[in-house]
């Protein structure tokens, strides 16, 4: 175990090298500092004179990486670059000054940081213990009808988005009701009236997801043999779920809850921003509109430090748990491999993202360029249709899978949830064929848009409202009534809503596809065979999730630019980290068990081992995140939107409908039917996927089926 730390420890400092190099080089790459300067200076009409001297008081005036240029004397100083001074004030923990207000950032680091503790520990010890306990509760009357309606609560609490959360609830607790504060703060005692509902609504908000991931790792403990031996020994559920099956099942669970400690220094962006607390959360968020870079780098150095004491505080703890892990460490002198494969395959992919980039921008314009674009899009619709049903008929065929689709079909709201699936992907196709009937026409129009497409109004309307909403004289609708309304630009609600069906499948469903295959293969393969390829996947993660998921969606969608597609390449890259490390946390445990030590000793081979031993036991974990993934990358989106980095303007999307929406409740009379109806047609998908999943899930682990 020392030798393990002391290679952990070791490994600290590349990657908070690579990662400040990385970033560093990322940022530049988005702004450099000539438009940086030009920002910065704006309202004060620069010369180029006020440029230089700016660049030079902020260490912007020398090159990034190597220093080609003579001094006076004629000689070089390759090592005097702004990279090189970044890293010496890292590795002297001078933070440098704010690029916005010239303050030392370890100050302001240490101002902010109280509001934010203040905030994540109370909500993050309360939501603990809350998840736990329910958890437990529903795995004690596992099939009763308090399990079902606890899943079914479990299931609409993380079917709503959390912006959501936080705009009804400061509409409904803090304006309707005036029960606490809408916003503000103050210091000491006098701070917890502004705490209480922020508190609240992050602990109410994470409860589904929470109490129905936990709720499945104790159902499959408690259907392990030493349980049912402990039962035939007349031992009492109680004891057995909070002596034996609880501390089975602390894996899965001390890699998300301990790994979530470090982080909560760094504060909730979302919760600090909307009700005013001035901690860490709000301050990146003002770094990022102000282009604040030396803000923001800080913020990233910060992360890294407390992203590796993560990882060392969960590794450490499986052992306390689990006494069959162990962590022999490797060599010392076997570290430079890893390190060097991580460092190759990063910047190889950066290499590759860089040409990706400038083939999209190439493929943009030959785009443009071709007369009927919309073929070439009809084709790739058409092609991934015919591969998914393929792939469905290619699954059906397999016996398991059939015995799978046999027990779904026994729960009838399953196969309705399914159906509202298909209700929901045929929408979204619909809207994806597209053909213009004549060269005049200003786009193509959809299948749907030809199916549905209201008349446009003048303003805001009510639903079923034969006049419009007006100060003074409210004039008569001029195309009828509009079941959900209209908003502010006379768009109606309802074709607003369906519009966006497409927007949520791309995001949802794509970056889903991309992120599980990648996440399986490196989970399995770190926890399975140890050594240096778990050191080499582990380092690449670490370095990877070091980095705070806003800031690099931030970055990512900077250089790539506003689209469908770079939403999804941008939240592939930040998603696949928390499965990929879920499924090495219950791969090192299953390659303990008696039955891959009895295949290794019949002389399988790794391969065979790891597709029909352990992936097969591995799949309700799988199935799980992938649906928890889907409806948290479909609500994600909402946050993008609100953010100012989510798809392009005019593309239709309900997280675009939820972020206009959050100032019109605040409106008299109030306008909520643009907040009701993307909420509704969000919240029915995901609740029908979420159902669906969890169904299909309990049919495919035999360990969970009624006996």
Request: aromatic letters at 10%; hydrophobic letters at 50%; glycine letters at 8%.
């Amino acid at each position: 175990m020392l030798t393990y730390l002391t290679q952990r420890l070791l490994y600290v400092l590349p990657v908070v090298i690579l990662v400040s190099f990385v970033t560093f080089v990322l940022f530049f790459m988005v702004v450099p500092p000539e438009i940086m300067a030009r920002r910065h200076l704006s309202a004060k009409a620069p010369t180029q004179e006020d440029l230089q001297n700016w660049l030079q008081q902020h260490g912007y005036d020398k090159p990034l990486c190597v220093n080609l240029q003579k001094d006076s004397h004629g000689k070089r100083h390759p090592l005097d670059t702004q990279f090189v001074r970044h890293m010496r004030s890292v590795v002297t923990f001078d933070l440098g000054k704010s690029d916005q207000t010239g303050e030392a950032i370890s100050s302001i680091l240490k101002r902010r940081m109280g509001p934010s503790l203040m905030l994540t520990v109370p909500a993050f010890i309360l939501a603990l213990f809350i998840d736990l306990s329910l958890s437990l509760l529903v795995a004690y009357y596992r099939g009763t009808y308090a399990d079902r309606w606890a899943l079914l609560g479990c299931v609409l609490l993380m079917s709503v988005p959390f912006l959501v959360y936080i705009i009804v609830g400061q509409w409904l607790i803090s304006l309707q009701l005036r029960l606490f504060p809408l916003s503000g703060w103050e210091g000491g005692f006098h701070a917890a009236k502004f705490l209480y509902l922020p508190i609240v609504l992050s602990v109410v908000s994470g409860i589904g997801g929470s109490v129905r991931f936990y709720r499945t790792l104790m159902l499959e403990e408690t259907s392990r043999d030493y349980v049912r031996t402990a039962r035939a020994k007349g031992m009492g559920e109680t004891r057995i779920l909070f002596r034996d099956v609880l501390k089975n099942a602390m894996i899965p669970i001390l890699t998300s809850a301990v790994m979530a400690i470090p982080f909560l220094f760094l504060g909730s962006l979302l919760l600090e921003n909307f009700f005013g607390i001035p901690g860490l959360g709000s301050l990146t968020i003002d770094a990022i509109n102000a282009s604040d870079f030396a803000v923001l780098r800080a913020m990233v150095f910060v992360g890294a430090l407390l992203y590796v004491l993560g990882l060392l505080l969960t590794d450490v703890s499986y052992t306390l748990v689990d006494p069959r892990v162990r962590f022999e460490g490797t060599p010392l002198n076997r570290m430079v491999l890893p390190v060097a494969v991580s460092t190759a395959a990063v910047f190889g992919f950066g290499a590759l993202a860089r040409g990706a980039v400038q083939f999209g921008e190439r493929a943009q314009s030959l785009g443009q360029s071709i007369q009927r674009p919309w073929i070439a899009q009809n084709v790739f619709v058409c092609v991934l249709t015919v591969a998914a049903g393929v792939a469905v008929w290619s699954a059906m065929r397999r016996p398991h899978w059939q015995e799978a689709w046999r027990r779904v079909k026994q729960v009838p709201l399953a196969v309705v949830a399914l159906l509202v699936v298909c209700l929901y992907g045929a929408l979204g196709l619909s809207d994806s064929l597209s053909w213009k009937d004549s060269r005049g026409d200003l786009r193509p129009l959809s299948l749907l848009d030809r199916a549905f497409h209201p008349a446009r109004e003048r303003t805001y309307s009510a639903p079923f409202a034969t006049h419009e909403i007006g100060e003074r004289d409210p004039q008569r609708l001029q195309h009828g009534r509009h079941y959900l309304g209209t908003d502010s630009t006379g768009e109606d609600v309802l074709y607003q809503s369906v519009k966006g069906v497409r927007t949520a499948l791309i995001i949802g469903l794509f970056t889903t596809l991309l992120v599980i295959p990648l996440a399986i293969v490196m989970g399995l393969c770190a926890g399975y065979y140890r050594g240096w390829v778990d050191d080499t996947i582990q380092f690449l993660y670490t370095m990877l999730n070091s980095i705070p998921d806003i800031l690099l969606l931030v970055a990512l969608m900077m250089i790539l630019g506003r689209g469908l597609p770079q939403v999804c390449f941008a939240l592939a890259i930040t998603s696949w980290v928390g499965l990929c490390r879920l499924l090495r946390g219950e791969t090192l445990k299953l390659r303990e068990l008696d039955y891959v030590q009895a295949g290794r000793a019949l002389g399988l081979s790794d391969l065979r081992i790891l597709w029909q031993h352990i992936l097969p036991n591995v799949m309700h974990v799988v199935v799980i995140a992938f649906v928890l993934r889907f409806s948290g990358l479909v609500m994600s989106e909402v946050i993008l939107s609100y953010l100012g980095i989510g798809v392009t303007p005019g593309t239709a999307s309900w997280g675009t409908m939820i972020d206009g929406a959050r100032l019109e409740l605040a409106r008299d009379p109030t306008i909520w039917w643009n907040l009701t109806g993307a909420f509704t047609f969000m919240f029915v998908l995901v609740l029908a996927f979420n159902f669906f999943g969890d169904t299909l899930r309990d049919a495919l682990d035999p360990r969970l089926r009624e006996r």
